[in-house]
């Protein structure tokens, strides 16, 4: 893979990790440095990857690993959290819920 391969990717799992931990419209920020403090992701280094991408020529290995490992971890909280409701969901509505069905066929689970 190339060097632009690369920061392409990680710029991909910066947006979605900032779209994961944002609370709403104009909150990018906040989310940015959320991630920033969660997962050790410079402030900085996240803008760039998100506003000026063109500009960056390189990525070290460090930084796209972290950001890999930050967006795997990210996934995996939210897909604890999706079970979760799946549960409290099944609790009030029943396990024949439509809704149910849905969300667990969504997981992966029957």
């Known amino acids: 893979m190339s060097d632009a391969a690369y ?13 994961m931990k944002a609370r709403g419209p104009g909150d990018t920020e906040n989310a940015m440095r ?4 969660e997962y050790g992701i410079d402030y900085g280094f996240l803008w760039s990857l998100r506003y000026r991408r063109e500009r960056l020529r390189i ?16 996934c995996e ?4 959290k999706l079970e979760n409701e799946i549960a409290r969901t099944e609790e009030i509505a029943g396990a024949h819920s439509n809704a ?5 066929a969504l997981v992966g689970e029957k």
Do not use: F, G, H, N
């Open 7 to 19: 920061l392409d990717q990680a710029a991909v799992w910066s947006k979605d990790l900032t779209r």
């Open 34 to 37: 959320q991630i920033e403090r």
């Open 59 to 74: 990525i070290s290995v460090s930084a796209y690993e972290t950001i890999r490992a930050a967006y795997r971890a990210e």
């Open 77 to 80: 909280r939210q897909m604890r």
């Open 100 to 104: 149910v069905r849905a969300a667990k």
